[in-house]
Antibody, heavy 116, light 110 residues
C-alpha cells in the first residue's frame, strides 16, 4: 500500500529550527519528485517546495526561500524539510506529497507550532 | 507568488450538480491545466483529477474536470452529503517555476 508518513512536528520558539521527515512506503521512492505543502490554521493549501527524484534540483516558495531546505535520502526512502529562522506565520500542518502528474499521494501531516 | 482564484463558497442541493471554477493565467492553468483536490475537515487532501480530466483510479465518474482558456472547472453531478468538503485547484506555473494553489472553495450540500 502506497503511504507517506510525516514526523518531527512540535512546538518551537520563533527564530529556532526544526527538521521534518517524510517516509515513503510501498512504492519506489527514488523515482518520484516529492513536495512539501503546508496549511495554516483555518487556511488553504500553500506549496512549500519540492526536491527532484535524483536530488539534483529543488525549488521553494518565496515565503520560505533562504530559510527552508529540502533534502532526501533515497537509500532510506525519506525526504526532509529543514526549517530555520522559524516565524509565527510558519505555524501549519506540514504535508508531504508525491508527484505523479499532480499530487497523487499525501501523508497525514505533522503539526508545527511556532510560539514563544 | 499569486495563486489561482476560486470562489470561497458554493451551495447546492442534494442530487444537484455543482460546478466549481479556478482562474489562473497562460503560465499555469492556461498552459497544462489544473489538478483538483478534495479535502474533508481534519483529513489530508485527496487528488480528484489532473491535467484537466484525468481521474486517478477509484475516483467516481461523478467528478469531471475541464478547461477553457485560463479557467479550469470541476463539475460534480448527483451531489451526495459526503461531497461536502473544501476543493482546491493547483497548477505548475512555468513562468514562476513554482506550484500554485487556489484559495479553495467550500462546497455545502443542502
Amino acid at each position: 500500500q502506497v503511504q507517506l508518513v510525516e514526523s518531527g512536528g512540535g512546538v518551537v520558539q520563533p527564530g529556532r529550527s526544526l527538521r521534518l521527515s517524510c517516509a515513503g512506503v510501498g512504492f519506489t521512492f527514488s523515482t518520484y519528485v516529492m513536495h512539501w505543502v503546508r496549511q495554516g490554521p483555518g487556511k488553504g493549501l500553500e506549496w512549500v517546495g519540492f526536491m527532484s527524484y535524483d536530488e539534483r534540483n529543488d525549488c521553494y516558495a518565496d515565503s520560505v526561500k533562504g530559510r527552508f531546505t529540502i533534502s532526501r535520502d533515497n537509500s532510506k526512502n525519506t525526504m526532509y524539510l529543514q526549517m530555520n529562522s522559524l516565524r509565527a506565520e510558519d505555524t501549519a500542518i506540514y504535508y508531504c506529497a508525491r508527484e505523479s502528474d499532480a499530487f497523487d499521494t499525501w501523508g497525514q501531516g505533522t503539526m508545527v507550532t511556532v510560539s514563544s | 507568488q499569486a495563486g489561482l482564484t476560486q470562489p470561497p463558497s458554493v451551495s447546492k442541493g442534494l442530487r444537484q450538480t455543482a460546478t466549481l471554477t479556478c482562474t489562473g493565467n497562460s503560465n499555469n492553468v492556461g498552459n497544462q491545466g489544473a489538478a483538483w483536490l478534495q479535502q474533508h475537515h481534519g483529513h489530508p487532501p485527496k487528488l480528484l483529477s489532473y491535467r484537466n480530466n484525468n481521474r486517478p483510479s477509484g475516483i467516481s465518474e461523478r467528478f469531471s474536470a475541464s478547461r477553457s482558456g485560463n479557467t479550469a472547472s470541476l463539475t460534480i453531478t448527483g451531489l451526495q452529503p459526503d461531497d461536502e468538503a473544501d476543493y482546491y485547484c493547483s497548477a505548475w506555473d512555468r513562468g514562476l517555476s513554482v506550484w500554485v494553489f487556489g484559495g479553495g472553495t467550500k462546497l455545502t450540500v443542502l
